[in-house]
């Protein structure tokens, strides 16, 4: 996609801080990181979200994910990694080519995710939906 930020810097038509690669996806630190050593890892194909991916890539980009997450702990001496996909508008996806946040954390960094409680409101509801993801699958 010619207009997508990331995949300039996949082809290496914008410069990133870049700390690995391979056959599928890059990582790269994060221009606004939420804290020192945030990265993120794209694959180099063009994929709008994560679950656009034919599962053969996800697999990569997993893997990627992983060797990038080990590096990031270590590398930052985080006490915790976040890793995030954000997929749509709704969910914050500021850039719309498939990636995931490496977020390192620290015990005091007072950064904190919203995790309100939605809960079902009987077994009955929660079973209704659990039957409509099995059905999806």
Known sequence: MEDCI??????GEMNAA???EDEHCIAFLDINPVNKGHALVIPKKHYEAV???????????A???????KA??????ADGINLVHN?????????FHAHVH??????????HFDWS???YESKDEQEEYRKKLEESL
């Open 87 to 95: 997929i749509g508008k709704a969910a914050g996806q500021l850039v």
């Open 6 to 11: 990331f995949c300039k810097i996949a082809k």
């Open 63 to 69: 893997k990627a994910s992983v060797k990038v997450g």
């Open 72 to 77: 990031v702990k270590r590398a930052t001496g």
């Open 102 to 111: 490496l977020i390192p954390r620290f015990t005091m960094d007072n950064m």
């Open 51 to 61: 679950l656009d991916m034919p599962e053969e890539e996800g697999v990569a980009l």
């Open 117 to 119: 409680r939605k809960k």
């Open 18 to 20: 870049r700390i690995y």
